[in-house]
């Protein structure tokens, strides 16, 4: 069985920097792409970034200078760090892969459990 294991949320002021990290662990093949997803309260889950195996990156407007997202694929983790944080950042952040436990088996997505990141004075 494959698990995605968050940490790093919190409270922040505005202004502040967090960093995010997310270890897949279990029967693994294959992970490509990892990412980080958040979702505000009465708001739809949206994409914050995301990596390749190769290190290629994307990363929505919202947070292009301020996010960084990495990745150690020896580890199967990803890590979001997050400076000059504003309070419309505040949400729960999911982390997301996209996983291949075998190598004749289809892709399959698979979530964290969710991180509480909230950025406020």
């Known amino acids: 069985q494959v698990q995605l294991v968050e940490s790093g949320g919190g409270l922040v002021q505005p202004g502040g920097s967090l960093r995010l990290s997310c270890a897949a662990s279990g029967r693994i093949f294959s992970i490509d792409p990892m990412g980080w997803y958040r979702q505000a309260p009465g708001k739809q889950r949206e994409l914050v970034s995301a990596?390749?195996?190769?290190?290629?990156?994307n990363y929505a407007d919202f947070v292009k200078g301020r996010f960084t997202i990495s990745r150690d694929n020896a580890k199967n983790t990803v890590y979001l760090q997050m400076s000059s944080l504003k309070p419309e950042d505040t949400a729960v952040y999911y982390c997301?892969?996209?996983?291949?436990?075998?190598?004749?088996?289809?892709?399959?997505?698979?979530w964290g459990q969710g991180t509480q990141v909230t950025v406020s004075s």
């Open positions: 997301n892969a996209k996983i291949q436990r075998f190598s004749f088996e289809y892709v399959n997505d698979y």
């Open positions: 990596i390749t195996s190769r290190g290629m990156t």
